[in-house]
């Protein structure tokens, strides 16, 4: 059972324009939720993160909106550039001390169109 | 350029072969994790080292052994792997606590002949 949901396996957008990636998860005890941008051939890159306490985290282009009602988060891009073409994922944990892994959805391929 | 460091970026080995997948990073990190990623697909977890000792293993096969030596280290013994452990192995640290992100090297790419 999937844990963690990225229904859009791609997305294409114009260049400059906003790039909006969803992702709903299903366990209530996730409490920190994390994004990743993955070039081929290299490892994934943290992006931003946002902790249950908040509903909002920005960093730079990049804002994540979190809906803890909903189960669902979004990652914002304004404007979107041409560097921005990858797959993204979304990842979650739990929270309760130490280190814990991080379950990820199977990503969305993000294509910036010039 | 990623700070966890991965050693080799691609290995090939038969299946009756022994190899190690070497990990390292210097940003004073205590926890350190294996990731498995097969084409298409999330990456899943494998273990996680927190304070060099072993705390999380994900019914992960005994062909697969990590060590964790020091806190800047982490190996993944492999020994008579099967073909569908064909993958991209991912290393990964962070402080050790869950409000921190994970950061991830850029992995080693396995082929099991």
């Known amino acids: 059972d999937q844990q963690v949901k990225q229904n859009s396996p791609s997305l294409s957008v114009q260049e400059g324009r906003i790039s909006i990636l969803n992702c709903d998860y299903t366990n209530s005890m996730f409490d920190y939720f994390l994004w990743y941008k993955k070039y081929p051939a290299e490892g994934p890159t943290f992006l931003i993160s946002?902790?249950?306490?908040?509903d909002k985290n920005e960093d730079g282009r990049f804002t994540v909106f979190l809906n803890k009602s909903a189960k669902h988060l979004s990652l914002h891009i304004v404007p979107s550039q041409p560097g921005d073409s990858a797959v993204y994922f979304c990842a979650a944990r739990t929270s309760g001390g130490g280190a814990d892994g991080l379950t990820f959805g199977k990503g969305t391929h993000l294509i910036i169109q010039p | 350029d990623t700070e966890v460091t991965q050693t080799p970026k691609h290995l090939v080995m038969g299946m009756t072969n022994k190899k190690s997948l070497k990990c390292e990073q210097h940003m004073g990190h205590r926890a350190m994790y294996w990731y498995k990623q097969k084409a298409k697909k999330p990456p899943e977890l494998m273990f996680v080292y927190s304070y060099e000792k072993l705390s999380i293993n994900e019914s992960v096969p005994s062909r697969f052994s990590p060590e964790c030596p020091n806190s800047s280290l982490l190996n993944l013994h492999l020994h008579a792997l099967q073909p569908e452990d064909s993958a991209l192995y991912l290393c990964?640290?962070?402080?050790?606590?869950?409000?921190?992100?994970?950061?991830f090297g850029d992995g080693t790419r396995l082929s099991i002949l």
């Open positions: 946002i902790s249950s306490i908040k």
């Open positions: 990964a640290s962070s402080q050790a606590r869950n409000d921190q992100p994970q950061h």
